[in-house]
């Protein structure tokens, strides 16, 4: 499916420019955009939580609680599912992160998910490669896909629902930013 | 971030690090397709430099649109403009103004001539839509509509119809007057409520602003490049298309040579390829160029019915409207079409015939710019050496400067080498002085070896060293006098009064001769002088000055010389009489001239001489007569007082050209020409006379 999306240009500039010239905008511009994240990591952090309502757990199965460290213990075991590690582990960042390579462009806000048990709910069964032939693999999958739905079960659905309106916040705040920044610098100049 | 984690972007921007990415994308594409080389690397780089990448693909592209957009809607006016009978159009002054005025304002060339033609078509009147332009820039920067909906409304007004935009704006349509009369009304009310609305939107929207006039330069580089784009493509049109119609009616009915002409088209691409690097210099165009080669070979493969092929351009055409992975995927496949190219050289020589020319003047263009590569290369290690030597090289283009410049650098080196070379003659001369005062030394030494030294040395001194005998005396007594002490005095005191000097004269010249030892006198010197001989400070002065200048023994040098000359002639006149009594033949000697014949010369080679090791330019020799002749005399003496008693025999068989007479004279001493027996006999005869001896055989000291 062809989206439409917004790519904005001139933000690290005009964030430059602001800071230099007019730091009241510049707060004010950052809370625009830092709200605008938050929310989004708050909806994704509901969204985990709301998923945990069997066993503390997306599913019956999935053992919930903190990873075992005996020293007999599994090296890589199947991660536990914690909702408190899973929901400290979804994080928002304006970092410009690596470059996509399709468009050459780089992020200006994105949400994370850093937990592995958050990561396994985020993209269970969406790799083609290597797929495994165990059966508990499996079912697994399948039991995450008819509870909870295509791959992209978390941060992604929240992204994907709230994009359209995040990137029209964003790009409002940005332009407000730039007219903002003119009028400092014509200030300036006179 | 921790590593692993699911990213989810919610926003993107073009930032720095993304066109960083892209060129380097761009630099790796250029380098990994054999098809484009070197030229399109650096082409790459170059282009890198000034722009983000991905900027320039759609620069590019979009740089055509906007100028064919352009083009079309000034085309547009053109016509509205002339159908109202107006002379003006795209290019006239007044509207190049007004639509440079209009950027300034955030609008565009196109949206400015769209404006205009449909304002020329609702006013009848090009002017008045010029004129009624400033009015509704104002009404669509206040309304949010168009310039052209702006301008159509206010034809609309002037046609004595107000339309509801601008009504909106609480204008009101007077009952009474003329049409023209409401209009103007009309334009008055609005002009006062908006007046401003556009320069403000302007300045409030500088992004707006800064777009349009991003526009306009976007305009000026796609007006640049859209006919070499048109030319491209009518290359295509008129030569390989026809080519390619032709080439398949005759595979539809011979199905077997389709392989080969599968394999023209590879080289159809390889060469266009090169031609299009090579004309274009643009990636953008380049691309555009190669998409629409591509889609030819899609629209032969879909007639040669190969549908892989088929599919295969077209992947590659519409991959070339994305970025870089299509891009390289399209090399990639370029790659592979050059591979396979070489084929049609044995299958299908009438094409490689038919594109031989464009080949050559590839590969010929290529080598040129390789040469002048090389070229630059040397020049700028030249530079990079005179750099190093402190050299800057001239700037200077003007001919006339830089002959000037030339001029100057001649005039230095001349001068430089005029100096050295007077620096060599000197150092010659001074070689040639020491090399005369030595040998003069070395023949007093010789004469004095018998602690005395007779009239007859003294004249063999002056034949030698070529002057008179006075000259001789007072060369010795200066020299023995300089170097005598109290205590050796007796001896030059005696050879003084020998020369006819009286004791007390005597004593005085070496005296003089000892203070004048360093060529000058000193105060206390002098006071001395005075003291001793009771002479006056002018005195001691006057007689030092004689000392010095060696006319103590005769009032001048030219003394002796005049007196030579004159007894010359006598010499002279005697020697003939005596040859003419003894041969009783003619004259053999006579002027200075020999009659011929050759001289046997013998004798030693001075071991004090020597020639001065410099070798001198024969210029500065011609230029230097006296110099060249005492370097050859030098060269050429032979000096050895120690053989002065040695003999030399000169066959003087023929003098005159009589040749019935050989005449014997031995000479005392060596001589190296026949100019140097003259001299000797002549020497000899005037010593002779000079002494009142008669002149006889006998009595020539030969």
Do not use: C
């Amino acid at each position: 499916m062809i989206q439409e999306r917004l790519v904005l240009t001139g933000l690290h500039e005009t964030l430059a420019g602001l800071k230099k010239f007019d730091k009241d905008n510049l707060a004010k511009f950052n809370a625009v955009i830092n709200k605008e994240l938050r929310q989004a990591k708050q909806a994704a952090q509901a969204l985990a939580v709301e998923y945990a309502v069997s066993n503390d757990a997306p599913l019956r199965n999935w053992k919930a609680g903190s990873q075992a460290t005996s020293s007999t213990a599994n090296k890589r075991p199947f991660p536990r599912w914690d909702t408190a590690q899973v929901v400290q582990g979804i994080k928002s960042s304006k970092a410009q992160g690596k470059v996509r390579k399709g468009d050459y462009t780089t992020s200006a806000g994105a949400l994370l998910n850093e937990s592995a048990a958050g990561r396994i709910l985020e993209l269970a069964g969406r790799g083609k490669r290597k797929v495994s032939t165990d059966p508990r693999s499996i079912a697994f999958k399948k039991n995450l896909h008819n509870r909870f739905g295509e791959t992209s079960r978390l941060i992604y659905r929240i992204v994907d629902r709230d994009r359209a309106r995040i990137e029209m916040a964003f790009y409002y705040a940005l332009e407000q930013a730039k007219i903002d920044l003119q009028k400092a610098l014509e200030s300036q100049k006179s | 971030m921790a590593k692993g984690a699911v990213i989810a972007r919610i926003i993107s921007e073009y930032s720095d690090k993304g066109t960083k990415a892209a060129t380097k994308d761009l630099q790796n594409f250029s380098k990994h397709s054999n098809t484009f080389g070197k030229q399109f690397e650096e082409m790459g780089k170059k282009l890198a430099k000034a722009f983000a990448v991905v900027e320039i693909v759609k620069f590019g592209f979009e740089s055509i649109k906007v100028a064919e957009a352009v083009n079309g809607a000034f085309s547009k006016m053109n016509v509205a403009f002339a159908n109202t009978g107006s002379t003006l159009n795209s290019t006239s002054t007044e509207v190049q103004d007004l639509v440079e005025k209009m950027t300034g304002l955030a609008f565009t060339s196109a949206e400015t001539a769209d404006a205009l033609a449909r304002g020329a078509t609702s006013f009848h009147s090009a002017t008045a839509a010029m004129d009624n332009m400033g009015l509704a820039a104002d009404i669509a920067r206040t309304t949010g509509m168009t310039l052209t909906d702006a301008m159509v409304a206010l034809g609309k007004t002037a046609a004595g119809k107000l339309p509801k935009s601008l009504a909106a704006l609480g204008v009101i349509m007077p009952k009474n007057g003329t049409a023209a009369e409401k209009y103007k009304i009309i334009t008055d009310q609005l002009t006062k409520a908006l007046k401003g609305q556009a320069e403000a939107y302007a300045q409030t929207h500088p992004i707006e602003a800064m777009k349009a006039k991003f526009e306009e330069l976007t305009n000026s580089l796609g007006q640049l490049l859209l006919p070499v784009f048109s030319a491209v493509v009518k290359v295509i049109d008129d030569h390989v298309i026809p080519v390619i119609v032709k080439m398949f009616n005759f595979l539809r009915e011979n199905p077997k040579y389709v392989q080969p002409v599968v394999d023209a088209f590879a080289l159809l691409v390889n060469i266009l390829a090169k031609v299009g690097v090579s004309i274009l210099q643009e990636a953008s165009y380049f691309l555009k160029f190669a998409s629409v080669v591509l889609q030819i070979v899609r629209a032969v493969a879909f007639l040669a019915g190969n549908k892989g092929m088929e599919k295969w351009a077209k992947s590659a055409a519409d991959g070339l409207g994305d970025t870089s992975k299509s891009l390289s995927d399209a090399a990639t496949k370029l790659d592979k079409f050059h591979m396979t190219a070489t084929k049609l050289k044995a299958t299908s020589p009438i094409v490689v015939k038919s594109l031989s020319g464009i080949t050559t003047a590839t590969n010929a263009a290529a080598n040129a710019t390789k040469n002048l590569t090389d070229k630059e290369i040397q020049s700028a290690k030249v530079l990079a050496q005179l750099k190093k030597m402190g050299i800057t090289p001239t700037t200077e283009t003007d001919p006339i400067e830089l002959e000037a410049a030339r001029i100057n650098l001649l005039k230095q080196g001349t001068i430089e080498e005029k100096a050295r070379i007077d620096a060599i003659i000197a150092a010659t001369a001074a070689q040639l002085a020491s090399n005369e005062a030595i040998t003069r030394y070395a023949d007093i030494l010789a004469a004095l070896a018998d602690n005395k030294i007779s009239t007859e040395e003294i004249a063999v001194l002056a034949s030698k060293w070529g002057m008179s005998t006075v000259a001789v005396e007072e060369y010795i007594a200066k020299i023995y006098a300089a170097n005598s002490t109290p205590g050796n005095d007796d001896a030059i005191m005696k050879l003084y009064e020998a020369w006819g000097l009286t004791k007390e004269e005597a004593t005085k010249y070496i005296d003089f001769a000892r203070a004048l030892a360093d060529e000058k006198l000193s105060s206390a010197e002098i006071e001395n002088l005075m003291a001793k001989w009771g002479l006056t400070r002018e005195q001691v002065l006057a007689y030092a000055n004689q000392v010095k200048d060696g006319t103590v023994f005769s009032s001048t040098f030219a003394d002796p010389g005049n007196a030579a000359k004159a007894s010359w002639d006598n010499a002279l006149a005697a020697l003939n009489a005596y040859f003419a009594a003894v041969a009783g033949g003619t004259s053999g000697i006579g002027g200075g001239n020999t009659g011929g014949g050759s001289s046997d010369l013998s004798g030693g080679s001075s071991g004090s001489g020597g020639t001065f090791g410099t070798s001198l330019p024969g210029y500065v020799l011609d230029q230097n007569p006296g110099l060249a002749a005492a370097i050859g005399a030098t060269a050429n003496r032979t000096v050895d007082i120690a053989n002065l008693g040695s003999s030399a025999t000169s066959g003087m068989g023929g003098a005159g050209g009589s040749g019935t007479t050989n005449v014997t004279v031995n000479v005392q001493g060596s001589v190296t020409s026949e100019t140097d027996l003259i001299s000797t006999i002549r020497q000899s005869l005037l010593n002779s006379q000079l002494s009142g001896k008669q002149i006889t055989a006998l009595a020539l000291t030969l």
